[in-house]
């Protein structure tokens, strides 16, 4: 977001707060063993339900009752494939990712990441407009 002093220049650019969680996804990922004997519809199962825990913040949990709208075409062979090969394992309510929590950040280091950054950010800006009055107090 740019703030402006006048028509022809912006005064200062306010910085944004990373708000989005992002999926750590090694580049061999798809060359592992487990994930590379999956099928195609398996994969996509996965890559989605990896994707999900991602945006959701649910530390590699997925619910039961949301993993046949992880993908347009879902089938329960899919699952059993992932269960099979041990890439995700059955827990209460739902299924827990392997190791989703050693390659990615959990809930709590979100929520605390998007706090101090609020925080920075806030203080960033009382700075920015304190400099902003000065200048416009000549």
Same mark, same amino acid.
Request: net charge neutral; charged share 30%.
């Given at each position: 977001?740019?703030?402006?002093?006048s028509?022809?220049a912006?005064?200062?650019?306010?910085?944004?707060?990373?708000?989005?969680p992002?999926?750590?996804l090694?580049?061999?990922?798809?060359?592992?063993?487990?994930?590379?004997?999956?099928?195609?519809?398996?994969?996509?199962?996965?890559?989605s339900?990896?994707? /999900?825990? *991602?945006?959701? =913040?649910?530390? %590699?949990f997925?619910? +039961?009752?949301?993993?046949?709208r992880?993908?347009?075409? &879902?089938?329960?062979? /899919?699952? *059993?494939?992932? =269960?099979?090969? %041990?890439?995700?394992? +059955?827990?209460?309510?739902?299924?827990?990712?392997?190791? &989703?929590?050693?390659?990615?950040?959990?809930?709590a280091?979100?929520?605390?990441?998007?706090?101090?950054e609020?925080?920075?950010?806030a203080?960033?800006?009382?700075?920015?407009?304190?400099?902003?009055?000065?200048?416009?107090?000549?």
């Amino acid at each position: 977001m740019r703030v402006w002093a006048s028509d022809e220049a912006p005064l200062f650019d306010v910085p944004e707060v990373s708000r989005v969680p992002y999926l750590n996804l090694d580049d061999q990922y798809a060359d592992h063993p487990k994930v590379d004997a999956l099928s195609d519809g398996a994969f996509r199962l996965q890559t989605s339900g990896l994707c /999900y825990a *991602a945006r959701k =913040l649910t530390d %590699g949990f997925v619910e +039961e009752s949301r993993v046949h709208r992880l993908m347009p075409v &879902y089938k329960p062979k /899919y699952l *059993a494939e992932l =269960l099979d090969a %041990g890439v995700w394992i +059955e827990v209460v309510g739902g299924f827990q990712i392997h190791d &989703y929590l050693d390659w990615n950040k959990s809930r709590a280091w979100w929520l605390e990441h998007r706090e101090k950054e609020a925080k920075r950010i806030a203080a960033w800006r009382a700075k920015q407009q304190a400099a902003l009055a000065r200048l416009q107090q000549g």
